[in-house]
């Protein structure tokens, strides 16, 4: 039997999954800000697992000399 969950996510649902809106999450995906999100025609989707990669390794670059945040 085929599983319903979809293998890709909306940039509603990835902006739910952040806490982010909406339009903010839009200009991260068009500005290239989320790595993951590919654009095909005029809709913004990310690959589940892609997403789910990019938040595990999300932190690896965070420099503990001075506290910051590196953000590409």
Known sequence: MPSTETEV??????ADRLG?????TYRYARNGDLPFVVRI??????????????LET???????????????
Do not use: C, H, Y
């Open 9 to 14: 996510l909306s940039i509603a649902e990835i």
């Open 20 to 24: 982010m809106g909406i339009r903010q």
């Open 41 to 54: 025609g005029v809709r913004f989707i990310a690959p589940k697992r892609a997403f789910e990669r990019w």
């Open 58 to 72: 999300a932190g690896q670059d965070f420099n503990k000399t001075n506290n910051s945040v590196e953000i590409g």
